[in-house]
């Protein structure tokens, strides 16, 4: 096994950090290689979690049990299913508090590449230095700024309810390779699926004024029932964006649920809305580009589905 530590001091309470670390459901917005977590198990001391993650220019996913130990400020985690090159991986979060009422915090990992391959160890070391760096960096910003967080953050929907079968609705959104045909938004797309259900795309999107936008994202599938992305190229007035397409079946038809959550970047925003913008001015910007091109989305996606249904019953 080869052992690692990376280790970073921030401004902030043992337990304002330990508070960022235990919730993982808000890690793909904390943390910059995290794209999404599905949390499988829980109860006050122990959870089992699946992670979607950002590897080097590879998407990585594995599920890991976590042991929580808030008054001892540790976190111990060990993946259950690693995933190739990776034949296992353990380490801990180590948080111990500072005179000044600061705190140090210690990432310690411990893995072995599968069948000890020494070119799959160093590109297991390089990525897991190159990761705990950007993710004490980011743990630092966001303790630091913790009363702030909350004015800095916003999550937002925009649902339609579609005549139509969820299957159909699903399509649509899945096979976003065909959206430059589908969507008066989308100039061009590019998708790749090398592994099934996880999606690398980078789209230019055609902004209100005419402009050309360019994103990168991530996205999970989960058949017939949701899409959940990350965007790993952000724009200037943002952080952090992630997102996701519901589809749920309800009572007259189809649910389909655009969500966004958008962290703002303060120090951006005089540059992008002007001097006298304030955090709220960008708030209300990205909420209405973003909301816009997404009510679009399903729009388009409802007459699709409801056109197939119609057409069924012809």
């Given amino acids: 096994m080869?052992?690692?530590q990376h280790?970073?001091?921030m401004a902030a309470t043992p337990e304002t950090v330990y508070e960022l670390l235990a919730d993982v459901s808000a890690w793909p917005v904390n943390f910059h290689p995290t794209v999404h977590v599905e949390r499988l198990e829980q109860d006050e001391s122990h959870e089992r979690i699946r992670i979607w993650a950002v590897a080097g220019d590879q998407v990585k996913a594995w599920t890991s049990r976590r042991e929580l130990d808030p008054q001892g400020l540790r976190i111990?985690?060990?993946?259950?299913?690693?995933q190739p090159p990776i034949a296992a991986m353990s380490g801990a979060w180590v948080l111990r508090g500072l005179p000044d009422g600061g705190t140090e915090v210690v990432l310690e990992h411990s893995y072995r590449a599968v069948d000890d391959a020494p070119d799959?160890?160093?590109w297991i070391t390089e990525v897991t230095d190159r990761n705990s760096r950007t993710e004490l960096a980011n743990l630092k910003a966001l303790a630091e700024?913790?009363?702030?967080?909350?004015e800095l953050r916003l999550t937002f929907e925009d649902t339609v309810v579609v005549d139509g079968e969820a299957g159909d609705v699903y399509e649509f959104l899945y096979l976003a390779q065909k959206w430059?045909?589908?969507?008066?938004?989308?100039a061009r797309m590019d998708l790749r699926e090398d592994e099934p259900g996880v999606q690398i795309m980078e789209m230019d999107t055609i902004t209100a004024d005419g402009a050309m936008h360019t994103t990168k994202s991530v996205r999970v599938c989960f058949a017939d029932e949701r899409i959940v992305y990350k965007q790993t190229v952000v724009p200037p007035l943002m952080t952090a964006h992630t997102g996701e397409w519901r589809v749920t079946t309800v009572r007259g038809g189809v649910s389909v649920t655009s969500r966004h959550t958008v962290a703002i970047r303060p120090e951006a925003v005089p540059g992008v809305l002007g001097e006298a913008a304030t955090v709220a001015d960008a708030r209300e910007f990205a909420r209405t580009a973003l909301s816009g091109n997404s009510r679009i989305t399903l729009e388009h996606a409802k007459a699709y589905a409801e056109d197939i249904t119609a057409g069924s019953q012809v």
Avoid: G, Y
Wanted: aromatic residues 4%; negative net charge; proline residues 7%.
């Fill in 2 to 4: 080869s052992d690692v």
């Fill in 7 to 9: 280790a970073i001091t």
């Fill in 76 to 82: 111990a985690f060990r993946q259950e299913v690693s």
């Fill in 120 to 122: 799959d160890l160093a």
């Fill in 145 to 150: 700024q913790a009363a702030d967080r909350s």
């Fill in 180 to 186: 430059p045909d589908r969507l008066p938004h989308v």
